[in-house]
């Protein structure tokens, strides 16, 4: 599945779980943090260095 279709399919289903008033507050947030390809890397890059440090961490915390 290419990965935009899965964005889709999980964008649908979280809709469908929300109280129809919510889901117009999210859709416009994700909008506005989302602006373009350039700003979706950066989001995309900070999430893997986010990551990466959880389980760094983990590693250190469990001695591995």
Excluded at 35 to 57: F, I, K, N
Aim: glycine share 16%; no cysteine; aromatic share 4%.
């Amino acid at each position: 599945m290419p990965a935009a279709a899965y964005g889709n399919a999980g964008a649908v289903r979280t809709a469908a779980q929300l109280p129809a008033d919510h889901v117009g507050r999210v859709d416009g947030l994700v909008r506005e943090v989302v602006d373009g390809p350039g700003e979706r890397l950066v989001s995309v890059l900070g999430d893997d260095l986010q990551h990466a440090g959880q389980a760094a961490y983990l590693r250190g915390l469990l001695g591995v």
